[in-house]
């Protein structure tokens, strides 16, 4: 029997309750489409945490308005033992636990897996983000860029008389943990959790700090240049 299998990674995005609910009412929906005599479904929500797995019956009976604070990785995943279709949906703080994997036996097989995947990934990026850059092979230049907003500022100090080496030393200090630090503050799928919530805040903040510092260094810049001529 001809069959087609896929797996890919899912962009970053915002995990919702609601959007959790709505995957899974459309994964339901593609069981019962591919459903048999024969069948014998499986299907499972599981919550990962630090501690262990939750299994629950569906997010529809889910009593919470947001998920653990611990949480990890988020997995819906729907098998027929007997026909062999499985669709499997991660979402998790690293971009190796944000996956998709569908395997169809049939006639058009593959035609059946790509509109799955397609209707998946739409429902994903209406709420997607850009916490992909944090994760490779973007992560490097995050790290440049960081640098490069240090720069009129760095280039103001020189002035001042502080030595080459040591703002090199404190410039990639800085740019490290920072990165660092976002990226503990961004997770590749921000799973709705209080926790997340509030590091939401915090990322802003930090933005706002790292703009802030960029300007007061071109400003500060250009009135020592153009202004005191020096």
């Not at 593609?30 to 945490?49: A, C, L, M, P």
């Not at 944000?98 to 169809?104: E, T, V």
């Not at 960081?146 to 020189?158: E, R």
Request: aromatic share 14%.
């Amino acid at each position: 029997m001809s069959g087609y299998s896929l797996e890919k990674n899912i962009k970053s995005a915002f995990i919702s309750i609601s959007l959790l609910k709505e995957i899974e009412r459309y994964i339901q929906e593609q069981g019962e489409n591919q459903r048999t005599e024969k069948s014998v479904f499986d299907y499972s929500v599981t919550i990962y945490d630090k501690f262990g797995e939750e299994r629950i019956g569906s997010f529809k009976e889910y009593s919470r308005s947001t998920l653990p604070n611990e949480t990890k990785v988020v997995t819906i995943s729907l098998q027929d033992y007997m026909s062999g279709f499985v669709i499997k949906v991660s979402f998790g703080k690293s971009d190796l636990n944000s996956k998709l994997s569908i395997s169809i036996k049939g006639n058009s097989a593959k035609e059946k897996a790509l509109v799955i995947a397609n209707t998946i990934e739409t429902y994903v990026n209406e709420h997607k983000n850009l916490n992909f850059i944090f994760y490779s092979p973007y992560d490097i230049i995050m790290m440049i860029l960081f640098g490069i907003s240090l720069g009129p500022t760095i280039s103001l100090l020189t002035k001042k008389g502080i030595s080459t080496f040591s703002l090199s030393c404190i410039l990639i200090s800085v740019v490290i943990l920072m990165y660092f630090y976002l990226k503990l503050l961004n997770p590749y799928s921000v799973l709705e959790t209080n926790k997340n919530r509030e590091n939401e805040a915090t990322v802003n903040w930090i933005l706002n700090a790292l703009a802030g510092v960029f300007i007061f260094g071109l400003l500060a810049a250009f009135i020592r240049k153009y202004i005191f001529g020096f």
